[in-house]
């Protein structure tokens, strides 16, 4: 692990030392089960450390949200909706469907630890992570079942030790120190798009959640990366409650032309005409029309 995101884990967390104890206690445990000592549980108390490790992240935060309140909360959503004269039961029910599914994707949601870690994510960074399987609260949950299975079972030495990268891995990317992810996510930006790998390392290891993609997209200049980031899910139509990163394309320091903003844009209008418009505020006409006034021989219509 970098030392920087070692000193970081120590500054932002109580169980910090606790963390990086665990962490290599696994460590030695895998070395010496590689060496071959015999009549030690060496791997599965290597997988008891790193779960450790990733419980002592959330020791102490109450859990977010989740499970049957959560659904409760849909419902009486569409409660709501549905008894608003000026709200077609068509538009009630797709709201309804686009909550269910955006549960079903944030499927970290059911666990109790999972719910811990959200919470506390949510706490440190004021929004919610990315959607997707690999934004850091589903990768919290899919290692910390994987490490919890080997407690139970015989648990296998070469699965252990890809348990221990893959929490290095996790630790380092949720734990990077700020500086370092904007010079990490500055530096890709800067970088003309040419490879899908790319994406993945985006999504993958340097930004989690909205507010590192508006640092994206206020810096990016090659714009492949526009339908490239769309195609992917990274950015699309506006969430509740985050910033929209696509608005930071106006103005960008990038200098994204404005007919590939505003390609991109329809695009974006495109989905929004297969699911729920309602969604779109007066920011989405606002930027329309600011990309209309930087190109006014394309002016596009606002948002339907």
Known sequence: MPREVADQIVKDLDQGPKILSALATAAHLIAAARGGEAGLRLVESAAYNLREALDAVVAGQAAGKGGIPAISEVLGRYRVASSDPETSEDAALRGVADDLLRLESDGELLGFRSRQFLAWLEARTGIKPLPGADNPSNQFTALRDDVNKVLHDAGALPAV??????????????????????????????????????????????????????RF???????????????????????????????????????????????????????????????????????????????PTRPPKCWP
């Open 161 to 214: 030790a890809g348990y221990y990268d893959d929490a290095i891995n996790w630790f380092t990317r949720v734990f990077t120190p700020p500086d370092d992810r904007v010079h990490a996510i500055v530096d890709l930006a800067r970088t003309p798009f040419t490879d899908p790998a790319q994406i993945a390392a985006l999504r993958g290891r340097i930004a989690y959640n909205a507010h590192h993609l508006v």
């Open 217 to 295: 997209l206020s810096e990016v200049r090659d714009p492949a990366w526009l339908d490239a980031l769309l195609d992917d899910g990274l950015i699309g139509p506006p969430r509740d409650g985050e910033p929209w990163p696509v608005a930071a394309l106006i103005g960008g320091a990038g200098g994204i032309p404005p007919t590939h903003v505003i390609a991109l844009f329809e695009r974006i209008r495109a989905q929004a005409a297969r699911g729920d418009r309602d969604q779109f505020s007066a920011l989405d006409c606002e930027l329309m029309e600011l990309s209309s006034a930087s190109a």
